[in-house]
Structure formats: structure tokens, C-alpha cells
């Protein structure tokens, strides 16, 4: 069977993109991968979401966009895309069990994933102490202490988080200055728990029984360099994201990144029928709203195009 539209992805660019696409009269398929729900899933509480004014738990929005998504006709299937060919319509689409989707339109939403350091500690410690993901692992640090990676958005925000649990949390920039907006800054800086590690680099992992420290580095390459040791139980990267567009590489046109690019402001790729919505396509804002109104608008290109 052929279909008229799958979507691969299920954070809030799919699930937007299945809303709109089902209320046209399609009957999506939405292939949700292994984390359904997407990268919102893992953080606890989302603030700026319109239409929440007390806020929501990022688990429960996810939750009410799939119903909503499933009321207008989607069906899920629960599996990644393991390899695709979209070199001529139909696209054809292969899943990690073998199963093999074959599609008249193709809306990828596929979103990003956490970078680490690239240290070969990193991987020694992998559950054990390292991890990406503060609200996901930051429960196992109550009362111990933490170091975060990082000046972004992103890092204060797990910082700031963490501080609620641990004693103690490093927040370690290489840079002599936060990259993160103003009110995510002033939460670290007012935080009497979280140090701030400025113009510091991490230069591996240590311990016996699991993570016990860092070797760290301030200054490199000035004449006042200093190496130097801290003791911590978790090491928490927030340093960025890599985009989940590997398995549909070879046919679609990206940044240097991986970020598929699109026509202006729009979800429109390369490829005609196939769109590129949320985090995929988007290095910069990377904001759940945005996701979902870059989604609406996929599913009405992906409309367009299947009534022509
Ligand atoms: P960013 O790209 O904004 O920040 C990455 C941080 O990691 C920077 O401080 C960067 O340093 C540092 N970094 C990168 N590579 C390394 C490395 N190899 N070693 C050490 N440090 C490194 O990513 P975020 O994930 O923080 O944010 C992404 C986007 O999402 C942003 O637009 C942000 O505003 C948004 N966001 C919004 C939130 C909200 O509004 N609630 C929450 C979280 C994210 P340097 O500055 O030196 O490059």
C-alpha cells in the first residue's frame, strides 16, 4: 500500500504536522522512533508554551498533542527509519524491523540529539556518572555534587535544575561569559549552590567505582594556566546538538552541521513533497513553538502537494 503521508518524528513538529495533515482529510502514518515524544520528553516543566499560563509538565503536553493528533486519524507505528531511498516518488522507507513504508509525501521531523566532548571518558562513565540529560539522571544526584557543561540556555537551565537536588553544581564554560538569555543567567548567578567555572575546559574523567572527578583547565595556552581537579558524582553535557538527519543524507541538501535546508522560511525541501520541520531544520531558534507552527506549515505544503 501506498501511502500519502508519513511522518518521521514525534516531538512537536510531528504530532503539529499530524494535527493539521489529518484535519485535511489525510490519514498520516507517524513513525515515532525510540524516544516518542521527542526531546521535550526530557525536561520537566515547559513555562513558555502559549496556553498554559501556570505552565505544563513536558510529558503531559507531548501526551495531549499525540491524542489530539490521534483524534484526527493518525496511526503510530513505534519503530526508527533505518535507511531510506528517495531518489524518484514514491519514497520508500525501510524500519528497523524490516518493514518497508512506501510514501507519496514525507514530512521529516526527526529533531536533534546532545553532543558530548568527544573524550574517551566519557564513554567509560556513560551511565555512570555521565549523562546528557539532567531531569532524565539528576534524581540518582540528591545531595551529591555535579558539574555542567556548558554557557548555554541549556546548561544554565540544567544547572539550575540540578541545584535543586545536589548539594553542589560546577557549571563549567570555556569562555569568560555565558552565551544564555538574561533571566536563564541571573537564575545561576542568584543560585548559592551553583559555582561558575569560567574560561575552563575539561580535560578527562576519574574514578575507581564509577565518576569520583574531573581534570579540568583554566586559561589554556595563557601564561596563567592552571590545571586543576574537582570531586563529583555526575558530569552533565549541555553543549548542543547534533541533527537527526543521518538516514537522509545522501538525498536531501544540508548544512555543514547536518540541518537540512529549506526554501526561506519555509518547511520545502529539495525534494518535491518531502518537508523538513522542528529542530532538523532549525539551528537557531530550536523552540517547541516553533516546532509546532514549522510542522503546520509542512502539513500544508504536504497538502498542496498531494491534491495537485
Ligand atoms: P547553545 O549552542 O546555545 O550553547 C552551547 C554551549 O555549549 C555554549 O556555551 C558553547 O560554548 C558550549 N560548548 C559547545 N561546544 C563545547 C565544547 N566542545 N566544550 C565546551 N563547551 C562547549 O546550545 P543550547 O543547547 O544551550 O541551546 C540551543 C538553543 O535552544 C538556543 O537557541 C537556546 O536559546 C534554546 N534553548 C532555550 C531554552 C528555553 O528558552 N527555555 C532552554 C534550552 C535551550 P561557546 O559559547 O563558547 O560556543
Known sequence: MI??????????????????????????????GLQPGGQLTTTTEVENFPGFPEGIDANELMEKMRIQAQRFGTTFVANSVEHTDLRTTPYHLW????????TKSLIIATGASAKYLGLSDEKKYMGQGVSACATCDGFFYRRKTVAVVGGGDTACEEATYLAGLANKVYLIVRKPFLRASKIMQER???????????????????????LQGAHLISRKGESDERHFDITIDGFFLAIGHTPNSKVFLPWLKTDNEGYILTQGDSPVTNLPGVYAAGDIADPHYRQAIVAAASGAKAAIEAEKFLKQ
Open 3 to 32: 501511502q500519502d503521508l508519513t511522518i518521521v518524528g514525534s516531538g512537536p513538529a510531528g504530532y503539529t504536522a499530524a494535527i493539521y495533515a489529518g484535519r485535511a482529510g489525510f490519514t498520516p502514518l507517524l513513525i515515532e
Open 95 to 102: 524500519l528497523d524491523d524490516g518493514t518497508e513504508i512506501i
Open 188 to 210: 545561576v548567578f542568584n543560585n548559592e549552590k551553583i559555582e561558575i567555572l569560567f574560561n575552563t575546559n575539561t580535560e578527562g574523567l576519574f574514578g575507581t567505582n564509577g
